[in-house]
C-alpha cells in the first residue's frame, strides 16, 4: 500500500479504500498485491519509467479515466511534463494518431489544472 499511496497520493488511494464493497474488495486486493505490491514496488525500472510506461499503455488502449490519474500522479513519480508528451508522441506512432490525440487532449488538461504547463491564455499573456 506504501508505494501505491506514494504515486497516486494518499487522497486518492483513501477514497478507493472508502469506497470498497464487499462486491469489490477482492478486486482492489487484487490491484493492492499485484499491481502495487509486486509490478510498482520492483526497482528494476525506476518509478518514473514505470509511470511513462503506463502514460504509454492506457492512452493506447483508450483507458481514460486511468489515463488522467497517472498523468496526475507524474508529479510524484519524477516524470516531466517533456518525458510525457514525448511518451504520446511514442503512442501516436505505436498505438495510432487517434489514440494519442485524445490522450494528448487528457494530459493537457490534467497538466494545467496542476498548473504544470501552460494553458493557451497563459501563453497568449506571455507573449
Known amino acids: 500500500m506504501a508505494t ?72 510524484n513519480t519524477g516524470a516531466e511534463p517533456d518525458a510525457i508528451r514525448e511518451t504520446l508522441l511514442h503512442v501516436a506512432i505505436y498505438g495510432g494518431v487517434p489514440a494519442a490525440n485524445t490522450a494528448f487532449k487528457i494530459a493537457k488538461e490534467t497538466l494545467a489544472s496542476a498548473d504544470r504547463i501552460d494553458t493557451p491564455q497563459a501563453a497568449k499573456k506571455s507573449a
Open 4 to 75: 501505491r499511496r506514494s504515486v497516486l497520493g494518499d487522497a486518492h488511494v483513501d477514497r478507493a479504500t472508502a469506497n470498497t464493497t464487499a462486491f469489490d474488495a477482492d478486486f482492489q486486493t487484487l490491484i493492492v498485491e499485484s499491481a502495487w505490491g509486486t509490478v510498482w514496488a520492483d526497482d528494476t525500472l525506476t518509478r518514473r519509467e514505470r509511470s511513462l510506461i503506463t502514460i504509454a499503455l492506457l492512452a493506447a488502449l483508450g483507458h481514460h479515466e486511468e489515463l488522467a490519474m497517472h498523468v496526475r500522479a507524474t508529479a
